[in-house]
């Protein structure tokens, strides 16, 4: 039975009181899809980085977000900001 996966991750943000909140981000790779799904939807990354480790991780940097496998699946999808907030 096939399936299509949904394309939606998450980021993992700190709340005020110091607790932690997932923010849903649509059209990410989702935990799960193959890396031969993500080339498909996203085309080839910006960069691949060497894998690492055992089990192997893998990222791939895109404009704007970065993949982690472990082997051929995604692990999670993350967003990456181009600043940062100021601190006082």
Wanted: no cysteine; hydrophobic share 35%; proline share 8%.
């Amino acid at each position: 039975m096939g399936g299509v996966a949904a394309t939606a991750s998450a980021d993992i943000l700190r709340t005020p009181d110091g607790g932690f909140t997932v923010q849903q981000k649509e059209g990410l790779p989702a935990r799960g899809q193959t890396q031969t799904a993500v080339l498909r939807d996203h085309g080839e990354p910006e960069k691949r980085h060497a894998t690492v480790g055992d089990p192997p991780i893998t990222r791939w940097d895109y404009a704007g977000f970065s993949v982690v496998f472990e082997g051929e699946f995604v692990l999670h999808s993350a967003v990456r900001g181009e600043s940062r907030p100021e601190r006082p």
